[in-house]
């Protein structure tokens, strides 16, 4: 099976700099994603990377290096709307997404 | 609005009854999923279609079926509902014609199977 790991949880202050990791060991790899989830929402996504490096988009940054397996998340300039799961999501060789259990972040003032 | 909607919105449902829960996009996405998820398990893979008229099984097929007759819905029936079907169920879509084939979800659908 795939097995991806991500943070349980994470609590970081307004205004300030929160990086979600993500270590993933799946069969094949055609893309990494990662989705932003409200309490009671559906996913929506936020980025995808299929090669290394960094992907910027606004605040948020997604890097990954597929030798090692890694990605991480990185949410700048947090507001109190940034509070929510956010999901990494490998598609692995069957071109099948497989999700980690999602990171709960919390903004505090 | 372009999107994917799903129905209903919440149900309760006593064990061993027949549920179908609707799910219909208007985005023409050629590929349609559905997902479970549950408290610190994250989303799992129930079926998925990648084309009308073509059926897949995911990762947790067991106790559900579903059809794929046209381009737009994707329903999922669950024959008899059991109580470890109680779950928080998202259907998705995408399209292998843009580039990243990013799946889109759904508003979602709580189960509770007493």
């Known amino acids: 099976g795939q097995n991806i790991d991500q943070p349980t949880e994470m609590t970081a202050t307004e205004g300030a700099i929160v990086q979600i990791n993500c270590t993933y060991q799946?069969?094949?790899?055609?893309?990494l994603f990662w989705y932003q989830q409200h309490a009671g929402e559906a996913p929506t996504f936020l980025s995808y990377?299929?090669?290394?490096g960094l992907e910027e988009k606004g605040r948020f940054s997604s890097f990954l290096s597929r030798s090692k397996g890694y990605s991480y998340l990185l949410l700048k300039e947090l507001q109190m709307k940034d509070s929510a799961s956010y999901l990494c999501?490998?598609?692995?060789?069957?071109?099948?997404?497989?999700f980690g259990a999602g990171t709960t972040v919390t903004v505090r003032a | 609005i372009a999107g994917i909607t799903q129905a209903p919105t919440s149900q309760i449902l006593a064990a061993g009854r027949r549920m179908t829960l609707r799910c219909t996009q208007d985005?023409?996405?050629?590929?349609m999923y559905w997902y479970r998820q549950d408290l610190g398990l994250g989303l799992r893979l129930i079926h998925y279609?990648?084309?009308?008229?073509?059926?897949g099984k995911g990762e947790v097929p067991d106790g559900y079926s579903v059809s794929r007759a046209n381009t737009d819905d994707f329903p999922l029936t669950l024959a008899s509902a059991v109580p470890s079907q109680t779950s928080v169920y998202f259907c998705?879509?995408?399209?292998?014609?843009?580039?990243?084939?990013?799946?889109?979800f759904g508003p979602g659908t709580r189960l509770t199977v007493l």
């Open positions: 990377n299929v090669l290394d």
């Open positions: 985005m023409r996405h050629n590929a």
């Open positions: 279609s990648n084309t009308a008229g073509t059926t």
């Open positions: 999501a490998v598609r692995d060789g069957d071109y099948k997404l497989s």
């Open positions: 998705a879509s995408s399209d292998e014609r843009e580039g990243s084939d990013t799946q889109y």
């Open positions: 799946t069969s094949g790899f055609n893309g």
